[in-house]
């Protein structure tokens, strides 16, 4: 079950016994639990039928107390237990879940991690309520969350915005949010997003960044490219070594991959970059200016460049000395 449906049956008041979120992404965990917390009973409800449990400081027997207790003035009683995989005497709970109260909503956040399927806590969870595994959203799908994100929040988005969006924050879901969140806010009656916002409510330049430093090296520009590097060396958040070669890495990587396809039209290339037409256009410069032997060097420069940048084969150089380094070997094929 999604997160998606598990807002969609609460909305209707079709509520499981137990709930159980789990899984490497807290992001959609964080979501779930703050609807249940906020959401599920009325303001006047909470006094009486609201209770949460942190795992290091929860006692086994507090906890299932609390989840036999009785809504008072209400249908039902929401229980919370935060950060459970933190919690001594989780296996414990085994008691309760095997027959819970209907007139509970017992809900567990277990983060990192999942529980092992073959001990008995599970298997009654499953039976009795409803497991709900947060996995971590693939890299090659991130572009595509972001803009079903925003969707969802009743604005569309450029695809360059959206491909800024992911090289500067990565797969931080959280963080992602939280900066839509306050573009949204600070839109007022506009509904589409582009490269100005993200600058203007951000802080990412629409001309000094990744994507913009991508495009140089497509196109051989040595001269724009070394205009965003200064950039970056004089702002050191805009994008630090740590950022920008995973984000090159990614770009060239799936280039270099193109090569593997017996077609390499524009329209095969399309489903490789998630669709984004700006990204196929940097691709297909890649391919036009370096060929198969180019791009084969820029990976291996890459992974040089980042065991450099983590100090490995070098003495301390700036990372900004680094990337220019890397950037002119990149363009001038040296």
Partial sequence: MSADKIFNAWKKKDFKPIYLLEGEEDYFIDEIMNYAEHKILSESEMSFNLTIFYGKDAEWTNVINSCKRYPMFAERQVVLLKEAQLMNSFNMLESYVESPLSSTIFIIAYKGKKIDKRTKLYKFIGKNGEIFNSAKVPEWKMEEWISNFVKSKGFVISSKSVTLLHQHIGDDLSRISSEIDKISINLKDKKSIDENDIEKFIGISKEYNIFELQNAISNKNLSVAM????????????????????????????????????????????????????????????????????????????????????????SGTESALLMKEMTVKMILAI
């Fill in 227 to 314: 205009q965003i590097l200064n950039y970056f060396e004089h702002n050191h958040k805009a994008a630090p070594i740590q950022m920008a070669l995973p984000a090159l890495y990614s770009f060239f990587s799936k280039v270099y991959a193109a090569y593997g396809m017996s077609d390499k039209s524009e329209s095969a290339l399309k489903s490789l970059f998630y669709n984004n037409f700006s990204v196929v256009k940097q691709a297909q410069a890649t391919m036009r200016n370096y060929g198969y032997p180019g791009v084969e060097k820029i990976m291996l420069l890459l992974n040089h460049y980042n065991l450099k940048g983590v100090g490995i084969g070098d």
